[in-house]
T-cell receptor, first 111, second 114 residues
């Protein structure tokens, strides 16, 4: 399975931008990069995904390195409701096109 | 638009028993995936159903089985329960069974095996 590496936890202040890194040095050319998050006591929630180009949506931005070996999820202005575990997932042939989850990054937002 | 629902919310069983968990997919979705999430870990993929056929399976033994119905709702059955089966079971639905689809998750069923 294609693997990702994320920090175990990160802290950020409320109303400041947050940059969540993910390393995926073994990514193949057809693997998509997906981000999901899981708020406490809830099921996971889709955040964003991309292949090569940077992506933006109402929740976040995804910046993908030119060599695609790393990516960064950007929350432009964190709120207390963004406190969650964020999962970076590669999805492609190596994972039989399924979501294969790691341990994720626990994001702590300080008021 | 109704989201993904799961039942029951919580369940307590004893070792060796059998359990059935249910999932109603989001309207318009034909694909359901099931995951097991142990405490403090990320979800682990169990299997996926696409239009009533199994469409991929993770590293789970055959005592984990499933069904998808014509209305695309789904069941997860676990036989001969073991203590390690205690976990949160999540189902997710999507409108495609592809690499770029978005999965929408239910709140999960918390299974405790004593």
């Amino acid at each position: 399975d294609a693997k990702t590496t994320q920090p175990n936890s990160m802290e950020s202040n409320e109303e400041e931008p947050v940059h969540l890194p993910c390393n995926h040095s073994t990514i193949s050319g057809t693997d998509y990069i997906h981000w999901y998050r899981q708020l406490p006591s809830q099921g996971p929630e889709y955040v964003i995904h991309g292949l090569t180009s940077n992506v933006n949506n109402r929740m976040a931005s995804l910046a993908i390195a030119e060599d695609r070996k790393s990516s960064t999820l950007i929350l432009h202005r964190a709120t207390l409701r963004d406190a969650a575990v964020y999962y970076c997932i590669l999805r492609g042939q190596a994972s039989n096109y399924q979501l294969i989850w790691g341990a994720g990054t626990k994001l702590i937002i300080k008021p | 638009e109704t989201g993904v629902t799961q039942s029951p919310t919580h369940l307590i069983k004893t070792r060796g028993q059998q359990v059935t968990l249910r999932c109603s997919s989001q309207s318009g979705h034909n694909t359901v995936s099931w995951y097991q999430q142990a405490l403090g870990q990320g979800p682990q993929f169990i299997f996926q159903y696409y239009r009533e056929e199994e469409n991929g399976r993770g590293n789970f033994p055959p005592r984990f089985s499933g069904l998808q119905f014509p209305n695309y709702s789904s069941e997860l059955n676990v036989n001969a329960l073991e203590l390690d089966d205690s976990a949160l079971y999540l189902c997710a639905s999507s409108s495609l069974a592809g690499v770029a689809d978005t999965q929408y998750f239910g709140p999960g069923t918390r299974l405790t095996v004593l």
